[in-house]
């Protein structure tokens, strides 16, 4: 099988950068972080792939585009402080930290904060992974200048609103009562909140509570 690196480059071309996504430091990140590794041992031929994968406990890691999409609506700059609602496999978290932010990642389910806590220890990303609801935030970390949700929910938890730094930018899926769901980005703007609304999208829900 062609080595991996080769299969980002290949993803990055053609997923990513074919769709409009063209700041650099976005693609490095995907051209760098190991995907293979953050999918289960059995699905990683299929890493590269324009797809979503299954990661067990009934949840996946998203499709390529969907984490640039919503890394680029995040609009991260290095040294900037982010939390990532929903780790998974811890996916996402790398690719922010590889772009230099410092990321805090809180997930419910027990075994996957675990797993996604020692994979990113392993490649060396400097990610708190934190096990607990994220739908409260991190109230001891914050505020943060860059808040993403990779679960889908019917609002905005107002914790997260609260957690939100001068000029943060929030990015989360929307639900919808007709069963359709879209990203939104939410800037923050003095005391006020300013709505910029995007691609339809199918993401898994953001729960209550925590999974031993
Ligand atoms: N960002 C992940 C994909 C996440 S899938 C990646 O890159 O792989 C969504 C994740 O959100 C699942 O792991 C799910 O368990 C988690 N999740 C759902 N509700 C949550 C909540 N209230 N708090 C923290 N994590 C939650």
Redesign the pocket.
Same mark, same amino acid.
């Given at each position: 099988m062609e080595d991996w690196e080769a299969r980002a480059e290949r993803m990055v071309l053609s997923q990513i950068e074919a769709r409009g996504i063209r700041d650099e430091n976005i693609l490095e990140a995907f051209r760098n972080v190991p995907r293979h590794l953050?999918v289960p041992e059995g699905l990683r031929k299929w890493a590269y792939d324009d797809n979503p994968l299954p /990661?067990g406990?009934g949840? =996946? !890691? +998203?499709q390529p585009y969907m #984490?640039a999409l919503m890394t680029s609506r995040l609009d991260v700059v290095a040294g900037m402080k982010v939390l990532? #609602? %929903? =780790? $998974? +496999? %811890?996916?996402?978290?790398a690719i922010l930290a590889r772009m230099g932010a410092e990321v805090y +990642? !809180?997930?419910?389910?027990a075994s /996957?904060a675990r797993s996604?806590s020692l994979l990113l220890k392993e490649l060396g990303y400097p990610v708190k992974v934190r096990y $607990?609801? $994220?739908?409260l935030g991190l109230p001891e970390e914050a505020p943060f200048d860059r808040i993403i949700v990779?679960?889908v929910a019917p609002s905005v938890p107002s914790a997260l609103m609260e957690q939100c730094a001068l000029d943060a930018r929030l990015v989360i899926p929307l639900g919808f009562p007709d069963g359709t769901e879209r990203l939104l980005t939410r800037i923050k703007k003095g005391e006020r909140f300013k709505d910029e609304w995007g691609e339809y999208c199918r993401? #898994? +829900? /953001?729960?209550? $509570? =925590? #999974?031993e």
């Open positions: 953050f /990661l406990n949840q =996946t !890691i +998203s #984490v990532e #609602v %929903g =780790t $998974g +496999s %811890g996916y996402q978290a +990642s !809180i997930e419910r389910i /996957l996604a $607990g609801d $994220g739908r990779t679960a993401f #898994v +829900s /953001l729960l209550e $509570g =925590t #999974v």
